[in-house]
């Protein structure tokens, strides 16, 4: 998966996307908790698309939460 946010899975399968960007920086997290995370975090479509789009697009995010972190990374 190249980290890009025209990727066509990001718009297909926002919750896989984030889910495996997620699982690869917490390898000790099961991947059924990190998509109901997802799921639960991220609750539209469109809010998926975006969580997906970001961290596709910087997904160092999750470890040292700079900015600009977008306001969907925060509320999760």
């Known amino acids: 998966m190249t980290h890009d946010r025209r990727h066509p899975d990001v718009l297909a399968d926002p919750v896989g996307v984030t889910a495996a960007l ?8 099961g991947w059924a908790v990190v998509v109901d995370v997802v799921i639960s975090v991220a609750g539209g479509r469109a809010k998926r698309r975006k969580l997906a789009q970001e961290l596709s697009a910087r997904p160092a995010v999750l470890t040292d939460g700079r900015s600009p972190a977008p306001r969907v990374i925060g509320i999760c």
Request: proline content about 12%; hydrophobic content about 60%.
């Open 22 to 29: 997620v699982a690869g920086m917490e390898p000790a997290l």
